[in-house]
């Protein structure tokens, strides 16, 4: 502050003769600041150095980090990527699986329903068989109940009592028995 008093007394000095005070605008402006340049040189050197120290930190502690967050990201990129490859080629055997299976099964599938036909087709076979025996077997029966109906008509018309009483000797006569 000494300086400015001194400036100041210069300059009313100079107007009167000497160093005094000028007042106008346009003659001290480049004094004026020049002085507030010098001053804030001197006194905001230290402040702006530490402001800007601290802000630099700041800055290099920010790069360092996003440095850091970069390098985490890249390697859980490349570890992301590796799982996808390995779920992708887990996908890929188990498609391949599925399709071994699909066609064991469907290969089991054709071997089973050729035995049921084969199957199907003995018992059809075996069931036309017994339906023939039964309609054979059927067929006789009805063939000796209408044969024996048939005999006995005729052995009606033809026999009288006489003829049916010497049949009856004879027959007992062949069995071994005497009347």
Do not use: C, P
């Not at 000497?18 to 480049?30: A, M, Q």
């Not at 800055?59 to 967050?69: G, P």
């Not at 990201?73 to 699909?102: P, T």
């Amino acid at each position: 502050m000494g300086t400015f008093w001194l400036l100041a007394s210069a300059h009313e000095a100079a107007s009167e003769g000497g160093f005094g005070l000028n007042l106008d605008f346009f003659e001290t402006n480049v004094i004026n600041l020049a002085i507030v340049i010098g001053l804030l040189f001197y006194l905001g050197q230290k402040v702006l150095g530490n402001i800007l120290a601290q802000r630099r930190a700041e800055i290099e502690e920010a790069i360092a980090d996003a440095e850091r967050r970069q390098k985490e990201a890249a390697a859980q990129l490349a570890d992301r990527e590796q799982k996808l490859a390995q779920a992708q080629a887990q996908a890929e055997q188990i498609k391949a699986q599925a399709a071994q299976q699909a066609e064991k099964a469907r290969e089991a599938i054709l071997a089973q329903a050729e035995k049921d036909l084969e199957r199907l087709k003995a018992e059809a076979g075996k069931d036309l068989s017994a339906a023939q025996e039964r309609a054979i077997a059927e067929l006789r029966q009805r063939v000796t109940v209408m044969a024996l109906e048939r005999a006995e008509s005729q052995l009606k018309t033809q026999l009288d009592e006489g003829k049916q009483q010497k049949l009856i000797d004879n027959s007992i006569a062949m069995l071994g028995g005497s009347r």
